[in-house]
Every structure is written in C-alpha cells, then in structure tokens.
C-alpha cells in the first residue's frame, strides 16, 4: 500500500516562497503550514464562555480582537463564534479538552484545519503590501497588534490577523485560494524585495471560483 503524501496547499511555491522569506529587504513571506484551526461557537459571557477560556489559557476575545497564550491564538469571527489556532497535530487534543469543558452547554467545535493554509508577512514594508489589496484601515491606531478581522485581501476572502507590533501578520486563505494570493503577494511584495514584479494575468472570481483537481 502506497505512503500517503502530505503536501500544503502552496507546495508547488516552496521554492519561491522560501526565497521571499530569506531575501534582504522590508518584507520577509513564509507559508505556514499544518497549523490547527478549530471554530469554537458558543454563547459568550456565560459560565461555558469561561470553561472553554480555562482550557485555552486566555479568554474569548471582543470583536475585532484576537487573544494569545503559550500555545494557542483565539481569534474573533462572530457574536458566537472564535478560531482557535495552535500547532500542528494538536487538532484532537484541544478539541477534546474543549469539549470536556463545554459538555454542558450548547457549543460547537468544528476542526477546519484543512481548509485554510496561513501565509505570514513580517517587516517594516508588510503594511504597504496589504495595503494594496485591503481596503481595511491598517494603520496601526485603528489596526495594531492583538486585532483581526474577516476581509478580502486582493479579491480573495481571507482572515488577518497582526500577531505583533514589527508587524507580523498572518493570512488565512481557502486552500483553493492559496496559490493565487501567493502570486499576488510575491508580486506586490516585489519593489521591496529588490526583485523584478511577477508578469501575472489577474484572474476574474468566475476563474478562480473554477474548480481544479487540486481543489
């Protein structure tokens, strides 16, 4: 019986990618792959609201706000609703230990790690880069470290999340996005990289919503 193979969503862009990461310049861009991504509903403010913080190390954050302990980011998505973020491999254990501490309560924990990869920027010029695709206000005043938000970053429906004040972000995609808002980056990225800009053919919704074999 054949090994199974595991392969991120922009495996096929290691090679690139791992040069926009280690190349001198204001920007530096990395995959980063496997990570555990669970969403977490339940009512907030309530006795379940808090067991589930016991178990995560740090409470559920208010709109607009993502939390961080040791291990685990908690990032808000809705009235009722959190993305959970930890290692790789870690799917089960916190899903289960959730659970335990909720059992009681009306709460969901759904494991979604596959559907999203994570592209992190990190750099003086990260800002400018999303700037470019984001109509969200970045500055640091309205959009600092600690916040998140569900936006579009060049068309493509993302979560962003600035992890620290250097500024690191990190940019959860649909894996069948991944690849095109790669491209993108490493094009926008480009002038900061000292690199010659990518020669790209932007693709409509229609195309990119197109399903492929990979998807």
């Not at 379940?48 to 995560?56: G, H």
């Not at 800002?127 to 969200?136: E, H, I, Q, S, T």
């Amino acid at each position: 019986m054949a090994d199974p193979i595991r392969r991120t969503p922009l495996h096929r862009m290691r090679a690139r990618l791992e040069a926009a990461r280690e190349a001198p310049g204001a920007i530096r861009l990395a995959e980063v792959p496997w990570l555990t991504q669970l969403t977490l509903r339940l009512a907030p403010g309530g006795d379940a609201a808090s067991a589930a913080a016991a178990v995560l190390g740090t409470r559920l954050p208010a709109p607009g706000a993502a939390h961080s302990s040791a291990e685990i980011d908690v990032l808000w998505l809705g009235p009722d609703e959190w993305l959970v973020v930890a290692g790789d491999g870690e799917g089960d254990r916190v899903a289960q230990r959730l659970a335990a501490a909720v059992a009681d309560a009306h709460a969901s924990i759904v494991d979604l790690s596959a559907q999203r990869t994570v592209i992190e920027l990190a750099g003086a010029a990260a800002r400018d880069v999303l700037a470019k695709g984001c109509r969200l206000d970045l500055h640091p005043r309205a959009f600092a470290a600690g916040s998140c938000a569900s936006t579009e970053l060049a068309r493509a429906g993302v979560i962003l999340h600035q992890r620290s004040d250097e500024p690191l972000y990190r940019v959860f995609v649909r894996a069948t996005f991944a690849e095109y808002l790669a491209e993108w980056l490493l094009d926008a990225s480009a002038e900061y990289r000292g690199v010659p800009p990518l020669d790209l053919r932007f693709a409509t919704i229609a195309e990119l919503e197109r399903p492929t074999l990979a998807s």
